[in-house]
């Protein structure tokens, strides 16, 4: 259910312009079935409603939303807001139609991903590539042993890996990676160390998971996040 009094932190965002990978998180938000909290300021009041996504025509570049607890007065003249918490994205429409309770909009020319504070952590788990690449330590001759693990969330100062009851031993607390790629963008020069480990709750293998907790040595760019949440290689982390 959807805060409707919930304070959205609009700082230190960043953009996405593309429309294929806007169309992108609102098909997975449709997918998903999620609510989304709209919002438009009219003179001294604010108008707030929830809605979920009907419809996406990618072609026409249209949105339709089923909207739910009533039909909203709009204004015609101040921007639409729309915000949906899950995927961490915000956005507007200055072009939107509304009949009983189906509301259109066009699709927006940008999106703002709102998720990408210190220490908040950017879900990727309904991501097909989201690998990691990296390195380790091994025994007392300190042999050096490559990994692969799948990525459950990252923010810009750590992430949390998955990993199965058999390779526990791999991440000891305090055990240091070297952190070589992530969802096939490479990475140079970053390193985590483990903070914990604890049982995957909700998981679909059950038990047999667990979650391994990784603080970097330093903060990543956000627009690696965001490169990565869109599994996106930038031409100049291939050139590093």
Not at 71 to 98: H, N, R, W
Not at 126 to 148: A, C, M, P, W
Not at 199 to 221: S, T, W
């Amino acid at each position: 259910m959807v805060n409707l009094n919930k304070k959205i932190n609009l700082h230190n965002l960043v953009g996405i312009h593309n429309k294929d990978d806007i169309h992108s998180l609102l098909i997975t938000c449709a997918n998903e079935k999620n609510d989304l909290l709209f919002w438009q300021q009219i003179e001294n009041s604010r108008e707030r409603f929830v809605g979920s996504i009907l419809e996406i025509d990618k072609g026409l570049e249209q949105i339709v939303f089923k909207l739910k607890d009533g039909v909203p007065k709009l204004c015609e003249q101040a921007p639409l807001y729309i915000y949906e918490e899950k995927k961490g994205f915000v956005t507007k429409s200055d072009l939107f139609f509304m009949k009983d309770n189906t509301l259109l909009i066009g699709t927006p020319d940008e999106m703002k991903l709102t998720e990408l504070r210190k220490h908040t952590r950017f879900d990727l788990t309904d991501k097909e590539n989201r690998l990691v690449y990296h390195s380790k330590k091994i025994g007392l001759g300190e042999k050096v042993k490559h990994f692969t693990s799948r990525i459950n969330d990252v923010s810009q100062w750590g992430m949390s890996l998955e990993i199965h009851q058999h390779q526990k031993g791999r991440y000891n607390i305090g055990d240091e990676l070297q952190i070589k790629e992530i969802a096939n963008i490479p990475i140079s020069d970053l390193k985590g160390k483990v903070l914990y480990s604890c049982p995957h709750y909700n998981h679909p293998e059950g038990k047999n998971v667990l979650k391994a907790g990784i603080v970097f040595n330093r903060m990543i760019d956000k627009e690696l996040i965001k490169d990565i949440f869109l599994n996106k290689i930038n031409d100049d982390l291939l050139a590093a």
